[in-house]
């Protein structure tokens, strides 16, 4: 089946920087597909390339097989929604949803057809009489989704548009939205630096880094299989050190850390040898607390620490372990068993990982 986004050896340059330098991927028909990287990543300008806003320097993008290369963006079979949705307050919500239909000169049963359609998929059937003041901060995501699908585009293009909700809000918004995605069977590319939407909507996520996609991958994939330095760090969170590869066999080192802790961990390949400067990612809830070292025999990492700080959060609490050194506080989710309730500053607790938790690259490599 022909992808309905297939773009190749994408680059666009801006006097002396490359913005986005050479990125291929492929979209395929029907899937929810996130960029998600960091403010001025290159992410937002792939979607204005795309949308037909900026040309490329150079590269291809296909939509369905065909080149969109000096097409204008009226011409393309790509809809946009922004994070401030441009909804027209002078129109009622229907008015609103088929004002692109109206721009193409579709009959007024053919546009009311089309609207109570939008309207019946986006949950929404009885408001198409009321104002956009009148309705919520979800609603009015909703309705501009709507408006976009009706016009049955290839592609819809979704810069953010979650940002200038409040938090329960978003929250709420990220399952509507994946819901939304398969209620049109329209194939959604999402943009966002909020790695907790794209984790949780998307069918693949590229994470993008200076110009460049680190990988490309499930949210599984990128979570437990980073394949960089900077997708290890920034999807998720992960306690890192930095240290040196004292001695390798296969895939299992040993690493004295610059803190002075001697560390197991793996790597991915044969990418990393001995006196090899590396760092090491281990996530939070692969950690196991203890009051007694002896709770924690089977793990072949350990440390022992002082409590310096309790981040109580319900069922996300952790705490925040001083090493034994004092020089580096190792954050530890809290099992939800009660044992830890009364858990307080200046504790002295043990911490232990197993080495296949404990993910090490080369330094300077992400």
Excluded at 172 to 193: N, R
Excluded at 272 to 292: H, M, N, S, T
Excluded at 294 to 309: A, K, M, R, T
Excluded at 350 to 363: G, M, V
Aim: hydrophobic share 40%; glycine share 10%.
């Amino acid at each position: 089946m022909t992808p309905d986004l297939h773009c190749t050896s994408l680059t666009k340059t801006f006097g002396d920087t490359n913005a986005v330098d050479n990125v291929s991927f492929t979209v395929p028909a029907g899937s929810f597909f996130s960029i998600l990287g960091p403010s001025g990543c290159g992410k937002t300008t792939i979607m204005r390339m795309v949308a037909g806003f900026l040309e490329p320097t150079s590269g291809d993008i296909q939509i369905k097989g065909q080149s969109v290369l000096n097409v204008p963006p009226n011409k393309r079979q790509v809809n946009m929604v922004f994070q401030h949705l441009a909804l027209f307050p002078m129109m009622n919500i229907a008015e609103n949803i088929g004002y692109g239909l109206r721009r193409k000169g579709l009959s007024k049963k053919e546009i009311d057809i089309k609207v109570e359609d939008a309207l019946d998929r986006i949950g929404l059937p009885d408001i198409g009489m009321r104002r956009v003041e009148e309705l919520s901060g979800g609603q009015k995501q909703r309705v501009a989704i709507a408006r976009c699908m009706v016009l049955e585009p290839d592609v819809l293009l979704l810069d953010e548009p979650l940002g200038a909700l409040d938090l329960k809000l978003r929250e709420h918004m990220k399952v509507e939205l994946k819901a939304l995605q398969a209620a049109f069977d329209t194939t959604f590319i999402y943009i966002t630096h909020d790695q907790s939407e794209a984790l949780v909507m998307s069918d693949k996520i590229a994470v993008m880094n200076a110009g460049r996609f680190e990988q490309v991958g499930s949210a599984q994939e990128l979570y437990y299989q980073p394949e960089t330095a900077f997708v290890a760090g920034f999807v998720g969170d992960s306690n890192r050190w930095s240290g040196t590869v004292l001695k390798k066999n296969g895939a299992n080192l040993l690493v004295q850390t610059s803190n002075g802790l001697s560390l197991r961990g793996t790597v991915k390949g044969n990418s990393l040898q001995e006196g090899q400067r590396i760092d090491a990612f281990v996530r939070p809830e692969a950690i196991r607390i203890a009051y007694k070292a002896e709770e924690l025999s089977g793990f072949d990492n350990q440390v022992s620490g002082i409590v310096s700080s309790i981040l109580f959060n319900g069922a996300a609490s952790r705490v925040l372990v001083k090493d034994q050194k004092g020089l580096q506080e190792i954050a530890v989710n809290l099992p939800q068993s009660g044992e830890f309730a009364s858990l307080a500053k200046g504790a002295e607790v043990h911490i232990a990982w197993s080495s296949d938790q404990a993910t090490c690259f080369a330094t300077g490599a992400a």
